[in-house]
Structure formats: C-alpha cells, structure tokens
C-alpha cells in the first residue's frame, strides 16, 4: 500500500516514518528503566521530548502500562493532584507540567521526593516540560535535585535534521532539492521540517509515494512565502494582542512587543527576562515594570488564546513559547511594518529614559504621582526613588550626572520654593542647565513660586502647578502634557527616519 504524505512528514501526533532518535535518547531509555527514580525532561517546544519519550516507553514494552496525563486537560489536572494519595501508580507521565498552578508542583515535588527517598520501585514520575521545568521543580523541593534525572533536549542539531528528511525522502521515493535549507530553516526543530517539507511536497503536487523517483523543483522562498501566510492567518491577531498589552499607549515604549522581539530573537526558543534587560538597558523601565507588578502573568492568565502559544514563568522569569509554529511565525516577521500594524509610532528611541524627574524631598508626593502616570503608560522616567538598589554602594554623582546630561530625552524640573535650596537639586541643574537651549527642560511652576523674567527657565515653555486645585486633577493634566509632548517627539522621530530611508535608497 502507498504511503500517504500525511503519513510521512506529519503535522501532527508521533511520527511513525520519520523518528530520528536525539542525541539525547539513550540517557532517556536508561533513566525511564530505571525502577523509582524521578525524571524530568525538559526543553523547546517542538524538539522532540514528548515524541521521544513516547518511543522509549516503546521500546522498553512499557507505552500501553504508562499512565499519560497532560497540564492542558481539566480531568487529567484533577488526577495529578491525586497522586500522592493514590498508593502504588505504576509509570505515570505529567506533560506540560510548567502549566499546573504551584500548589501541584509543590504536591509533585514532595511525592517525588518520597518516592526516592523510600526508593519505591513500583511508583514512578515522568515529567516533560519547557525550558527550566527541573528549577521549576526543585524551587518547591531544595533537595529534590539529587534525587532525579533531568534531561535537557536541546535544538536539535542540523545533521538529525537532514536524517530526518532523508527518511521521508526514501519513503516517498524523492529528492528534496532544498533539504539543506529546511535544515537551517527549521532552527533544530523536528517539528518545523516536517511542516516545511510537507508543503514542499504539497507544492509540486507529491501527496503519496511516487511510484518512479521524483525530484521536487520548489524554491525555499516559495515554501515559506506559503507556510507563512497560512500561519499568519493563524497567529497574527495573536501576535498583535500579546504585542498591544493591556491597552494599546501609542506613544509608550511597547514593553510587550518588545519582549515577543527579543523571544523572537532568541537562539534558545524562550527568553530569560532577566539576562535580555540588561542587554536592553533603554527597556528596563517599561519591561521590568509589566514582570515586577505582575502584569505580566495576570495578563496571559486572562487571556487563555495566549497561553496557548506562550508560558511565563514568574519563578523561573523565563517567557517560553507553547508552540513552535508560533516562534516561526514570529522569527519571520517584518518587525517594523508589526509596529506599525500594531499602532505604534515608533521603537526607535535615541534615549535611554524619555524623561528624568529632578525635584526636592519635600515635593516627592508630586513626582511620585507622575512618574506613576507615566510609567502606567508604558513611558521611560527616572525616578531617583525607583533606582535606589542601583545606586547602592556607587559613586551617585557620577552615576546621576550622565542622566541629566545626556540619557535622558527630556527633564522634568519641580520648581517649587524649596528646590533651589537643596544639594541634590543644585547638583542636578549643574548637570543639565546647558540643555536650556536643546528645548529638553520642561519646568513645572509652582503657583506660589512663579519664575522671575531673569530665571533661565522663564525662556522655555513650561506648566504651572496650581496649589489650590485638586492634587489627582492636576497630575492628571501635567501626565497628558508630557504624553502629547512625548506623542509629537515620536511622531518627528518616525519622519526623519522615514526621510533617511528615501534619500538612502538608490534611483
């Protein structure tokens, strides 16, 4: 009987032609025989850890006596919280299990624990998850590491790859003229040749086994230009979303779009937060501000269409993506032109902080409130207040000085009685008095303390802080100024950039 293409190079399920064993499958059969001890297996989505620990279950006659249970299924989530109590439960296999709520991790990780310290051998826990699954463990049972195997399966490299599509090749007696490119293509993910080969075969008409060898003629763009398009009418709303937030702050600094780039961006298929921010210094503000307050988690948890593709861990801060077509698409995007479709104005900022409060002690309460506002819509401020751990046991002056000088786009100046009368603030219009003439001073008068015609910042256009109106009002209004001001400098800065462009292209 022909083999059918969806039998070969399948989208779906275990593959039954075209298994190629991991370079990691040995140690999965050793530890999976291995009466009582815990394992974890760990890795990308799309590498090939479900499939592989299916094939070893297999191998060792153990597949129909396992019990599978998996974190997507509501009654299966109900029975991996029972375990513990259940007694003697064979070889049971948790999948997903980055996605049960703490409180079962914790359950599992003690029963883990017990199991292998009363070296049960008729009990035995096989956990697959994404990246960092084993720390996600252990986090709830410090001595568990010892007491387990974790197996990390890492992208696969290009030669399995290649093996795999060699397989398919011979089973449906062709030759895949781009084999070598769908090998770069698929960034070591089983799963992603499969579907670049299925729709190469898809596109030269190849739907079973050839009955005469046959050698496909498609070019590798042709093949992506197809699988892209299918996956965008599949994940581009999703993207966007993710990409938007909360609310779309056209003006902000796109802390969730920014995350989903750097994921895209990443060699590993999920991100560490952590490791990417202080790569991206320009983003900490806005970025670490939707990890800390936990915005982040409460955002994916209400919108469970996300959480089928992308997994935050708050423990772990790695943001891990559920679905390898996903993280294809999102590799491959114009990231640009998504901005734009998004509907932000610009990613491109010049300055580390869009704006810096300098402010006497005494007036805190009102720098405090805007940077709030601001900071609520995704804005850049520095706030001495929110870098105090940063500034601990370094020389402030020149960590402060280069701040007002030059990282930050524009100063925001309280200029009430008590200001120049205090060090810090003396200090701090030493570093930008010169910039009166960059238009990147923005002094806030205070009612009672309006500036004389010989006060330098009398030149430049300001707001007045009005003492007898009410202080939420007030803020209010001086946050909608700023954002407009900051709206109209984006706006300037897409301009210029979309000029360049022009006058760089060649006629």
Not at 157 to 184: Q, R, S
Not at 247 to 272: D, F, I, Q, T, V
Not at 439 to 444: L, N, S
Request: charged share 25%; glycine share 6%; net charge negative.
């Amino acid at each position: 009987m022909e083999l059918l293409l969806e039998e070969v190079f399948k989208l779906s399920g275990v593959p039954t032609h075209t298994f190629v064993y991991p370079s990691e499958y040995t140690q999965l059969l050793v530890s999976l025989r291995t009466p009582g001890r815990g394992l974890v297996v760990e890795g990308p989505s799309g590498i090939g850890k479900t499939t592989s620990v299916t094939k070893a279950l297999e191998e060792l006659g153990l597949n129909d006596k396992a019990l599978k249970l998996t974190a997507r299924k509501k009654d299966d989530r109900s029975l991996i919280e029972e375990l513990p109590s259940i007694g003697s439960i064979g070889t049971v296999i948790i999948d997903d299990f980055h996605r049960l709520q703490d409180h079962v991790k914790e359950l599992i990780a003690d029963f883990m624990k017990t199991l292998a310290d009363e070296e049960n051998t008729e009990s035995k826990v096989v956990i697959i998850g994404i990246n960092r699954a084993g720390d996600s463990l252990v986090k709830f049972a410090r001595d568990l590491n010892n007491r387990i195997d974790t197996i990390r399966f890492e992208a696969n490299p290009e030669h399995k790859v290649m093996e795999l599509i060699y397989k398919g090749e011979e089973k449906l007696n062709i030759f895949i003229n781009t084999k070598e490119e769908i090998a770069k293509e698929s960034c070591g993910s089983f799963h992603i040749a499969q579907m670049l080969c299925h729709r190469s075969c898809l596109l030269e008409a190849i739907t079973q086994q050839c009955n005469n060898p046959t050698t496909l003629c498609v070019s590798i763009e042709s093949v992506k230009e197809h699988v892209l398009a299918d996956l965008s009418r599949a994940f581009f709303e999703v993207a966007k979303k993710f990409a938007t937030g909360t609310k779309l702050r056209r003006e902000g600094r796109a802390p969730y779009l920014h995350l989903l780039n750097w994921l895209a961006l990443s060699n590993e298929w999920s991100l560490a937060v952590d490791q990417a921010l202080i790569q991206h210094q320009e983003q900490k503000g806005s970025v670490g501000q939707i990890i800390d307050k936990g915005y982040l988690v409460k955002f994916l948890s209400d919108n469970p269409e996300l959480g089928e593709v992308l997994h935050f861990d708050s423990h772990t801060r790695i943001l891990s993506a559920e679905d390898p077509k996903f993280i294809y698409y999102i590799r491959n995007l114009l990231w640009s032109k998504f901005a734009k479709q998004v509907g932000y104005i610009t990613l491109d900022f010049k300055s580390q902080y869009d704006f810096a409060l300098s402010f006497s002690g005494e007036d805190r309460n009102l720098a405090e409130a805007i940077y709030n506002k601001l900071t609520t819509c995704e804005i850049e401020v520095f706030y001495d207040k929110n870098e105090q751990h940063r500034i601990l046991a370094v020389d402030v002056e020149e960590y402060l000085g280069p701040i007002y000088k030059t990282e930050a786009k524009y100063i925001i100046v309280l200029l009430s009685k008590t200001y120049p009368k205090k060090i810090w603030t003396k200090f701090e219009s030493d570093q930008f008095k010169s910039r009166f003439g960059d238009e990147a001073i923005i002094p806030i008068w205070f009612s009672d303390n309006n500036p004389s015609p010989f006060d330098s910042s009398y030149k430049v256009g300001g707001i007045t802080y009005d003492l007898s109106t009410d202080f939420d009002t007030q803020v209010n209004r001086i946050a909608e100024l700023l954002m407009l001001k900051i709206g109209e400098d984006r706006k300037c800065c897409e301009v210029a950039a979309t000029v360049d462009n022009i006058e760089d292209y060649e006629y």
